[in-house]
């Protein structure tokens, strides 16, 4: 019995890694479950799986908990950014899965990983934030970070087996988002609502406005440079509309090895869990006689910047990405309460990255202090005319 940590339990990631746990509850035993503000769900689910300790993202949220709850069997109730550092470094704990979204999962990833922990990992911004971090102290504490994403998912894949030093290349898929056929000037008028329908996958609201700018895919890229150890010139992006192929490994003789599989991330995060074992889970199986046709095409990057912005932070290194992920953060949010248009996203991480100076990440109080400058600074442009 694998003893596990969800945190993030009451998002897309968390709900579908619940389904993954329900289908092999003799292998998987939920010990612990983080969540933000969804007190219903998070309500539900600790009634479900009989949690010994919860955490919830304040103290008001902890209150609320605590009044919908029996006093009987009632599970330690912890909250904020210690609560989940807390929750995901208890001495039971082997594996934590770290679904939350957004900065805020950075230091109970990282304190886990310190811990000695297993980390199934479907928060990116962790190591865009922080990833050379992390890795060293993976390595450090011989313990393994299995990335969730579907497309990091499908390079450990098509790796197995494989010597590193026999790739040429990684080839990222990317669906592009709902607006691949808009002009740009079609892409000025977008609405929230818009955005938030995603062709093929269902996911958060973050998620998933960051993938209709493909922000979310620039995100990726630099994760994928430091959990597979590659330098940024190996990591290639392609626009595949069908999200068939999650990913492709090109090796040095010109062999390509690619994962495919239908779009459900139950798929991503049972092979995390179980890794390296493919466990059965009760999808449908690909059908390519259905699918008839796979198409990839270049990604235009004047049409969708926030990708061209984010190689340029990963490129210019440091504490760059952890701006450039915190500006993101801030713009997507206003763009969701309708404060900025769509095109202005991008417009307001470029000109929060022109006033950074970056510095080496050497600890992580550095990436924080960049990320807290980066959302003010953020803050601060969106208030006035850009």
Not at 249 to 271: C, H
């Amino acid at each position: 019995m694998k003893n596990i940590a969800l945190l993030g339990s009451t998002g897309s990631i968390g709900v579908n890694t619940l389904k993954v746990i329900r289908l092999h509850s003799d292998k998987y035993n939920l010990v612990g479950l983080g969540a933000g503000k969804n007190i219903d769900l998070l309500a539900q689910q600790i009634a479900e799986w009989h949690p010994s300790t919860v955490a919830v993202q304040n103290h008001e949220a902890a209150s609320e908990l605590e009044d919908r709850l029996p006093s009987r069997n009632r599970p330690k109730i912890l909250f904020g950014t210690e609560g989940l550092i807390e929750l995901a470094t208890m001495s039971e704990i082997d594996m934590v899965v770290s679904a939350v979204s957004g900065a805020a999962g950075l230091l109970p990833t990282y304190e886990a990983v310190r811990a000695g922990k297993q980390v199934a990992l479907a928060n990116k911004e962790t190591m865009v934030m922080a990833g050379y971090l992390v890795m060293a102290e993976a390595a450090k504490h011989d313990t393994r970070v299995l990335p969730i994403d579907s497309e990091h998912s499908a390079i450990l894949q098509c790796l197995r087996g494989h010597p590193s030093e026999d790739v040429r290349r990684i080839i990222l898929t990317a669906s592009g988002g709902p607006f691949l056929g808009l002009s740009p000037t079609e892409m000025e008028k977008v609405t929230a609502a818009q955005a938030l329908k995603h062709p093929n996958w269902d996911m958060g609201p973050k998620v998933t406005i960051d993938s209709a700018t493909l922000m979310n895919k620039g995100l990726e890229a630099i994760e994928a440079k430091w959990l597979f150890d590659l330098p940024m010139e190996k990591i290639h992006i392609l626009i595949h509309p069908q999200s068939i192929v999650h990913s492709m490994v090109e090796y040095n003789d010109g062999s390509i090895i690619a994962q495919l599989g239908i779009p459900d991330m139950m798929i991503p995060i049972s092979y995390a869990l179980a890794y390296p074992r493919h466990l059965p889970i009760v999808l449908p199986s690909l059908d390519l006689v259905k699918v008839q046709s796979l198409t990839f095409e270049q990604v235009d990057m004047e049409k969708f910047p926030c990708l061209a912005l984010a190689l340029r932070a990963a490129h210019m290194g440091g504490t760059m990405p952890a701006v450039l992920n915190a500006a993101n953060e801030v713009a997507v949010s206003a763009f969701l309460e309708n404060a900025i248009s769509f095109m202005e996203i991008p417009r307001v991480i470029e000109q929060t990255m022109a006033y950074h100076r970056p510095v080496e990440v050497d600890k992580i109080e550095t990436v924080l202090e960049a990320d807290a400058w980066s959302r003010k600074k953020a803050k601060e442009l969106i208030a006035q005319p850009l």
